[in-house]
């Protein structure tokens, strides 16, 4: 299977905002659940938003609703990840994920098709 590939990471201080991308397949895209999940320094990778690509629901972790947008364009096989009032904490490498079915699990496990991540930076 093709593994996704993640873009638009970087450096950027407390309160401003990114905006990653994940291509996939349009098999990987089709009838699936994509997730980003990120691994802070020193901690465990952990669940941070999802997006059904057949419904378009979108579910987020407490840590960044409110503040973290989830979507997907099917004509491109594309998931989006615009994140505003970033905080240091949000420190991470970004990881994109594709589930093995169309459930939106919020662990690790429930996902079968990871990128390699992508670094961000949040400064004080």
């Known amino acids: 299977q093709v593994q996704p590939v993640e873009s638009g990471g970087g450096s950027v201080q407390a309160g401003g905002s990114l905006r990653l991308s994940c291509v996939v397949s349009?098999?990987?895209?089709?009838?699936?659940?994509m997730a980003w999940f990120r691994q802070a320094p020193g901690k465990e990778r952990e669940w941070a938003a999802s997006i059904a690509t057949v419904t378009g629901g979108t579910y987020y972790s407490d840590s960044v609703k409110g503040r973290f947008t989830v979507s997907g364009d099917s004509a491109k096989n594309e998931v989006n990840l615009l994140m505003n009032s970033l905080k240091p904490e949000d420190t991470a490498i970004y990881y994109c994920a594709a589930s093995r079915g169309a459930f939106c699990s919020k662990e690790e496990g429930g996902y079968n098709n990871w990128g390699q991540g992508t670094q961000v930076t949040v400064s004080p």
């Open positions: 349009e098999y990987t895209y089709v009838n699936k659940c």
